[in-house]
């Protein structure tokens, strides 16, 4: 009998799923162009949680976000969860797990969950650095990342131990590329806002190609994204300049890892196990770049939520699909790659009726016709969940359109997400909130993450002592918070007192 196939799963971090498989491309993706030719583009992949922690914890379970209760970054799946490389090792493969994982519980910053839980305080606090352009080193340095590493290091095991192998195995990696980088000036817990390339990189960009993007008047925009823009350091003035260097530098980001995946290629070319492997090249999110005039993730928005989603392997035709699919649709794929028994009660649905037509394409019409997204952390005011299903992107902010004005899109006429739709389409705002409604009891969960977030501050806050009134003050939104310590104080007893009532 023939060997199972391996599976090379490559995943970065925040790359916008746009870039990938076109031909008229803003930026030089070698790598990824080479899979597309010879595999599946899945042209409207979504994370079901945009950032990191709770998009992984979605993704390595393949469950969602208001399953595992992976609210923010803070909070993750066990330690010992029976993940789908788990489940690989139970069918007999030989897992080598490499790079960023991050879907357990306890990573992050304090900064990070304290933002989580006090989303719904009444202030707005500066939560992150001014996004920032960084050109270092000179037209011959291609290392900038740290990621350079994990390339390396997957090289070298497929070369010792993976061409030795005589079963079938597992190789993940996980490359933090293109996240922004750290800023330190800004604080003990400083945040990633600096796009860092060097002018090699900045090579692979085409500059005619890097588009201003058009914002709303502030005055004008949605109150969640007001919030959004402001709490990312975002509402000040920026010069077309700094806007068009974050974005370039942001694809020549890109780059880079498209690089690092290119030498894991070769390296499984040089070892001759390309033609009885499946390589899969995803990420946990998007990057947002200043359109909408923010940059980071936590949004709906598709620069934000579209992901790449790249396959090629054995028998995996050259086609392009326009089918919606999900992060948390791996895991069956995966069981299916490896002919193994699927978990009981996943939540995605497998991609090999896309990936093997002929052997699963009865299946098909098993695949849903939507995909659900939602997100609970830092940097907003309130959980938004979205919908999308056909041309239409629906995304309803709390407990839904009776609160606050939901986000209707029409992607086929408007995909920059520049028109809402939300109040002129009040019978499509109305048949989207339904069908929303049936997959998920949207309400019930904002009640249950808001629950948490009073718990898990209370318990945080409790644990300080003495030290909550120092810690509290030197978090990432330190120089707001500097301006009225007393008052922002004051705004956090009056939230816990409201939620305590509202959940009596």
């Not at 746009?18 to 979504?46: E, Q």
């Not at 006429?413 to 998920?440: T, W, Y």
Request: charged share 20%.
């Amino acid at each position: 009998t023939q060997q199972k196939p391996n599976i090379v799963f490559v995943i970065c971090d925040s790359m916008d799923g746009r870039l990938v498989g076109n031909k008229d491309n803003v930026v030089k993706l070698p790598a990824l162009d080479g899979m597309t030719k010879n595999g599946v583009v899945f042209r409207n992949t979504y994370s079901n949680n945009p950032i990191c922690c709770p998009s992984r914890s979605a993704l390595w379970s393949g469950l969602h976000t208001h399953v595992t209760q992976s609210w923010n970054n803070h909070k993750g799946l066990p330690q010992e969860y029976p993940t789908w490389a788990v489940k690989l090792q139970e069918a007999g493969y030989t897992t080598e797990i490499m790079g960023k994982t991050d879907y357990t519980s306890g990573h992050h910053t304090v900064s990070n969950r304290v933002e989580a839980w006090t989303r719904a305080v009444n202030f707005t606090l500066r939560q992150e650095g001014r996004p920032t352009p960084l050109l270092v080193g000179n037209s011959s340095t291609k290392r900038v990342s740290r990621d350079w590493r994990f390339a390396d290091k997957a090289v070298e095991w497929l070369k010792e131990t993976g061409a030795k192998l005589e079963g079938p195995f597992l190789l993940y990696v996980g490359i933090n590329l293109p996240h922004p980088y750290s800023t330190p000036e800004e604080g003990e817990n400083a945040g990633a806002s600096t796009f860092k390339t060097s002018p090699y990189w900045l090579d692979f960009v085409d500059k005619s190609k890097v588009t201003i993007p058009q914002w709303i008047p502030m005055n004008e925009m949605h109150s969640v994204d007001f919030y959004d823009s402001k709490v990312k350091n975002c509402t000040s003035n920026f010069t077309r300049d700094e806007i068009f260097n974050v974005r370039q530098y942001y694809y020549a980001m890109c780059a880079e890892t498209d690089a690092m995946l290119g030498q894991i290629m070769d390296g499984l070319r040089e070892i001759g196990k390309d033609k009885n492997s499946y390589v899969f090249f995803s990420s946990d999110h998007g990057e947002m770049a200043m359109e909408h005039r923010q940059f980071y993730k936590m949004t709906m928005y598709e620069a934000s939520s579209h992901v790449p989603l790249v396959v090629t392997g054995p028998g995996v035709p050259n086609h392009q699909i326009d089918d919606v699919a999900q992060l948390i649709d791996l895991f069956p794929t995966f069981m299916d790659v490896a002919g193994a028994v699927h978990p009981p009660g996943l939540n995605g649905t497998s991609l090999m009726p896309f990936l093997q037509p002929h052997v699963y394409g009865n299946k098909l019409e098993e695949r849903p016709d939507y995909v659900l997204s939602q997100y609970h952390g830092c940097n907003v005011n309130m959980s938004s969940f979205m919908l999308r299903t056909g041309k239409y992107k629906y995304v309803a902010y709390g407990n839904g359109p009776s609160q606050i004005q939901p986000h209707l899109f029409d992607l086929s006429q408007d995909p920059d997400e520049l028109h809402d739709l939300g109040s002129a389409k009040k019978d499509i705002v109305e048949q989207m909130d339904e069908r929303l409604r049936s997959l998920i009891d949207y309400p019930s969960v904002v009640r249950e993450v808001d629950a948490y977030n009073r718990a898990s501050f209370q318990e945080w806050r409790n644990s300080l002592g003495e030290q909550y009134d120092h810690t509290i003050a030197n978090l990432r939104w330190w120089m707001d918070w500097q301006k009225d310590p007393e008052g922002n104080q004051a705004y956090i007893d009056q939230w816990l007192k409201q939620s305590s009532g509202n959940l009596d």
